[in-house]
């Protein structure tokens, strides 16, 4: 009888909040009428608008297409009619990521999945949680602590060489540098993130697996994700997770497969650092440089309110991995790239860097004195950004000024769009990055030579409040990526003792770039996340 009750219970809950959900998506399409004088293209679905476009694996074509066509603020449909907002209107972009970004929060779809993938960090926490731990964690990633970190880099770098270079001894081979890369990057965030060694370079293990296949398991989800934050609302954490292991769908099993072993290994590296800092030797001004306990000791050393608890430091571990790894490894995988069909640019970089070579490893600050090394990070972060839209949901009506005037279908001109509560609005950081008014004509080349000379007064004045030089590529704003030097240092790190002693080739299979939380490389009729490139000995 309790058994029955407890369905009948959940059954109803379960229909309630779709009821609720449906009255909601009702109220705002209401609101957002006036939304049809915005260009954009005709919705493919009324069920679910033009999401499966926006979130295919191809979709990079859609939104260059959709923008070409309509402009810097596009129209989409989204689910039951309800209709979201595409922006590359750098005007509005700096206001909805910096400016007003207390209008413009993380939409709810990314902060509930986020919780449940990490747990209360810095990806799934808004307003006065997410300062705190900002706040904390803010000077953990200075310049300072950079410094220290390089030889960590050039330590792990080093012994990816070490095995890479065997492998070419007899002549070019074509190896997946993805693949490697990722490896790499996981080795570096452990071992200058937490002073932990995954060994992901030397094996596979299951927590290095899970990692990279999170993002294309992920996008498999996309089309369902909009129902979790009132999925979350149905039942007891157990009762969902007994729900969720029943369902017909090998990716979301794989997913909690996954967040299983996450959690698993950022409790242990927690404990493991926990019980380190009870040692007196790691309090030594000679001690661990490494970021979490840094992070540890400063938590350590704070009271009250602003002392983060055992729980939010776990969730800590799991977003500077994901965020130091995929993102990092698939940038250096655009590098490659690039540098395989351009080799020009391939021998000017390697000449400058046998030339910086010395005795020892160079320092932080040597290494971010090369002109031609940062040019080509910098140009190719503005073209090809890891991660090139972000989402912002509006927490109250608001008006959205632009910074040039966008024709309306109804023959109209306006300057500004009235954008009720509730609505999903997306900013296209690639598009942004590239925009031809600010950057010319050649906006969209890829032309690292760009920032061998003073930028446009265009790009300077245009005051776009990115953390990252004049570019959105690390968002900006109190949401802007917390470890972008860290991503910058690993980056040239790794280019600086690559490029010199290796060169790479396109490899027999052409490179497709997919859409998918992240753009990551795959070959032709194979959805694995890989890169083969034709590498040899200098």
């Known amino acids: 009888m309790t058994a029955t009750l407890f369905l009948q219970a959940t059954a109803t809950a379960f229909l309630s909040s779709v009821l609720i ?42 939104h260059r297409e959709i923008t070409r066509k309509y402009g810097s603020v596009i129209r989409l449909g989204g689910l039951l009619g309800e209709s979201q907002l595409l ?69 792990v770098t080093s012994e990816l060489l070490n095995l890479l270079l065997p492998a070419v001894e007899q002549g070019p081979r074509e190896i997946d540098m993805n693949d490697w890369l990722g490896r790499l990057a996981l080795d570096a965030i452990g071992q200058a993130g937490f002073g932990y060694n995954f060994n992901a370079l ?114 800590q571990i799991n977003v500077l991995v994901f965020a130091a790894m995929d993102t990092t490894s698939t940038a250096l995988s655009r590098i490659l790239y690039l540098l395989s069909i351009h080799s020009d640019a391939q021998e000017t970089l390697r000449k400058e860097l046998i030339e910086a070579r010395g005795e020892s490893d160079p320092s932080y600050e040597d290494i971010m004195a090369l002109p031609f090394l940062d040019a080509i990070c910098k140009e190719t972060m503005r073209l090809y950004p890891p991660i090139t839209m972000l989402a912002r949901t509006t927490r109250e009506d608001t008006v959205l000024r632009l910074g040039k005037m966008i024709r309306l279908a109804d023959g109209n001109s306006t300057d500004q769009i009235q954008i009720p509560r509730g609505t999903d609005v997306h900013v296209n950081l690639s598009k942004v990055n590239a925009n031809p008014d600010l950057w010319g004509e050649d906006a969209d080349e890829w032309k690292p030579e760009r920032w061998l000379s003073p930028l446009p007064a265009s790009v300077t004045g245009a005051r776009i409040g990115g953390v990252y030089s004049h570019l959105l590529t690390f968002s900006g704003g109190r949401r802007a990526c917390i470890g972008f030097k860290f991503a910058e240092l690993e980056m040239k790190v790794v280019l600086f003792h690559l490029i010199p002693v290796l060169q790479f080739s396109p490899g027999s299979k052409g490179i497709l770039w997919r859409y998918g939380g992240l753009t990551t490389p795959s070959v032709a009729f194979d959805a694995k996340v890989q890169l083969p490139l034709l590498v040899q000995k200098v």
């Not at 731990?133 to 803010?138: H, V």
């Open 87 to 155: 922006i590359s209107d750098e005007h509005a972009a700096s206001n909805i990521l910096v400016k007003e970004h207390h209008i413009y929060e993380e939409t709810s779809i990314f902060l509930v999945s986020n919780t449940l993938i990490h747990g209360p960090g810095l990806l799934s926490t808004i307003g006065s949680a997410h300062s705190r731990q900002r706040r904390l964690m803010n000077p953990v990633f200075s310049t300072g602590n950079m410094r220290h970190l390089t030889p960590v880099f050039h330590k």
């Open 21 to 62: 959900l449906l009255a909601l998506l009702f109220g705002r399409c209401l609101k957002q009428r006036h939304f049809s004088v915005i260009p954009g293209p005709p919705l493919a679905s009324y069920l679910t608008g033009n999401l499966l476009q926006f979130y295919a694996p191809d979709a990079t074509n859609f």
């Open 202 to 315: 030397s094996d596979t293990s299951p927590y290095s697996k899970a990692v990279k296949e999170f993002f294309p398991l992920y996008a498999q989800m996309q089309l369902f994700l909009p129902l979790l934050p009132w999925l979350t609302k149905i039942g007891p954490p157990r009762f969902r997770r007994f729900v969720a292991e029943r369902l017909p769908s090998t990716p979301l099993h794989n997913l909690l497969e996954m967040t299983d072993i996450m959690s698993s290994t950022s409790k242990e590296i927690l404990n493991t650092r926990l019980a380190f800092l009870d040692e007196k030797k790691a309090w030594d001004s000679e001690g661990p440089k490494d970021i979490f306990t840094i992070l540890l000791k400063a938590n350590m050393s704070t009271e009250g309110k602003d002392h983060l608890s055992d729980e939010e430091l776990m969730a």
